[in-house]
């Protein structure tokens, strides 16, 4: 019996109203995580059954292949757009044609089928995001591999109608086509597959996220529970009471955190860089300069514009923590009360990972971005990608984000507040409380 008493007094400390609302928010940030994969992977598969193609061989063969994109098989119906592309510069065609990517039929196409070569084809593909699922090209893809099929199957009915297939034209039945791959990167391009770009980019991509989530993960805690847990035994009321500024203190408090923070941020980015996770992968021989010539390395620029933000917020993060120390009432609620932060955290940080932010609906993606670390987790794809209007936008942001946050802990840590806060909410608990009895 004295078990279950004790059962119990452990659960109403735990499952106390604050953890409740917390698991509730958690449920309702899954769930719209969850609805923001479904329609992300319902555009996949919309955008699957829409080709947009330009057909430069204007021969016989070629509107054969269009009309048979429009409906391969019994069942199945693609929308095919037909496009003029009138010169080379691909990203401004794509830019012009309104879409992420196209297939480009070249001239002398059927004349390469004709002579038993390989057929030369042009997919032209935009590379926006580091995010899994923000270059996915579903409809141009989709369309290589039917021009495939179709180059396959005129290939084979005329050289069977001929007799047996000889060596080289079994060769040419398994790869029929010579795919030139054209990836466009903000205003340029460059002749490279983008699945070789993005594995290249493939650990900055999952870890720089990760790193800024650690370390407000870490700098909150630690910041929280230090200054809980000096008020809670005395130690910051006898270190306030002393002929110390409380500016001094504070300021104290705030720099070291900060200097710990960016060591962190610094042994962090030191060991990505140093990180060799495309060693399996062949890349070809002037793929480091190609990398180069589209903005896609990472220079000490960039490295100081990240870091930059990871300072920011990390700043932010501490500063918010501060201000929820002065209200816990113990270490555990101190806890308890830093759940908000987390959830505010993980939500733009699994965004991030998951999808190209700029991509969601508005109202959607403005709510991410009132939260101040949104964007610190897509200054990567900010910086590198040529989006300098919304880097410098979150910057400014944060900026006035952390005067805000650091004139409220100034306020209470230069005034009484930082030993009365809790005791106030308290109060006002327990007045709610007999309000509600009577």
């Avoid at 001239?107 to 699922?133: H, N, P, T």
């Avoid at 609620?333 to 908000?340: C, D, K």
């Avoid at 005791?423 to 409380?433: D, I, L, M, P, S």
């Amino acid at each position: 019996m004295k078990f279950f008493s004790l059962l119990k007094k452990e659960l109403r400390e735990m499952l106390n109203i604050q953890t409740v609302c917390m698991l509730v928010l958690i449920i309702f940030m899954m769930i719209s995580m969850g609805g923001m994969m479904n329609k992300a992977a319902e555009e996949e598969s919309e955008e699957s059954g829409k080709i947009t193609i330009c057909d430069l061989d204007d021969t016989t063969f070629s509107k054969a292949v269009l009309h048979f994109l429009e409906s391969p098989v019994a069942g199945m119906k693609n929308e095919v757009n037909v496009i003029d592309v009138t010169s080379d510069d691909y990203a401004a065609e794509l830019k012009k044609a309104g879409v992420k990517s196209f297939v480009i039929i070249p001239e002398g196409f059927e004349k390469s089928i004709s002579e038993g070569k390989q057929a030369d084809i042009i997919y032209v593909s935009r590379m926006s995001s580091l995010a899994a699922l923000s270059n996915v090209n579903a409809g141009s893809e989709v369309a290589v591999e039917l021009i495939g099929a179709a180059v396959k199957t005129a290939i084979y009915q005329d050289k069977t109608s001929k007799g047996a297939l000889t060596e080289a034209e079994t060769k040419l039945l398994e790869a029929p086509l010579n795919v030139e791959e054209q990836t466009i990167v903000a205003n340029k391009s460059a002749n490279v597959k983008q699945i070789l770009l993005y594995s290249s980019l493939y650990s900055r991509s999952l870890f720089m996220p990760l790193v800024v989530y650690i370390l407000i993960l870490l700098g909150s805690q630690t910041m929280i529970n230090a200054v809980s847990a000096e008020k809670l035994d005395k130690t910051l009321e006898t270190l306030l009471s002393a002929p110390v500024s409380r500016m001094h203190v504070l300021s104290a408090k705030m720099i070291a955190a900060a200097i710990v923070a960016l060591m962190n941020a610094a042994v962090y980015m030191i060991g990505m860089n140093k990180m060799n996770m495309n060693a399996v992968i062949e890349y070809p021989d002037d793929f480091k300069k190609t990398m180069e010539d589209l903005g896609l390395t990472f220079g000490i620029k960039t490295y100081l514009l990240i870091g930059v933000q990871m300072l920011l917020t990390m700043l932010i993060a501490l500063s918010i923590s501060l201000i929820l120390g002065a209200f816990a009432k113990s270490i555990k609620s101190s806890q308890t009360l830093l759940l908000p932060l987390m959830f505010v955290t993980i939500v733009p940080f699994m965004a991030s990972m998951m999808i190209d932010v700029t991509s969601l609906p508005k109202a959607l993606r403005y709510l991410l971005y009132v939260i101040p670390f949104t964007h610190t987790f897509i200054a990567t794809d900010s910086i590198i990608f040529g989006k300098t209007a919304l880097y410098i936008g979150g910057l400014i942001y944060q900026v006035l984000f952390l005067v805000v946050c650091m004139t409220v802990a100034i306020k209470i840590f230069t005034s009484d507040m930082i030993f009365t806060a809790s005791e106030r909410v308290g109060r006002f608990g327990k007045k709610k409380k007999a309000h509600d009895e009577n």
